[in-house]
């Protein structure tokens, strides 16, 4: 396993740590949005739910490695590349269809 794929290994776990503790922090702050619209806590549980997953949708993050030195990143609607091959600091950003 080369250095790059063990980095990425690292990074997709960070985020998935991370994404658990984000979870919880949304579905809290959606649950007492929503609780002067909705009384019932599993109906209010399942829209804050819903929410959750319509906004993660949104902002989903795939990072694809190339080389040792060149990777694509995709954030939402953003696709990023990051290339430092021939030491040149190559970042370029443009906008997904």
């Known amino acids: 396993m080369s250095y790059a794929s063990q980095s990425v290994r690292v990074i997709e776990l960070h985020i998935l740590l991370d ?35 319509r906004w993660r949708e949104r902002n989903k993050m795939l990072i694809d490695v190339r080389s040792d030195k060149s990777l694509y990143v995709t954030i939402g609607r953003y696709t990023y590349y990051i290339d430092d091959s021939t030491n040149e600091q190559i970042i370029n950003k443009w906008k997904n269809k």
């Open 19 to 53: 994404m658990e503790n984000t979870r919880e922090q949304f579905i809290r702050i959606a649950m007492a949005i929503l609780k002067s619209q909705y009384r019932f806590k599993p109906q209010r549980l399942a829209i804050a739910s819903k929410m959750y997953s």
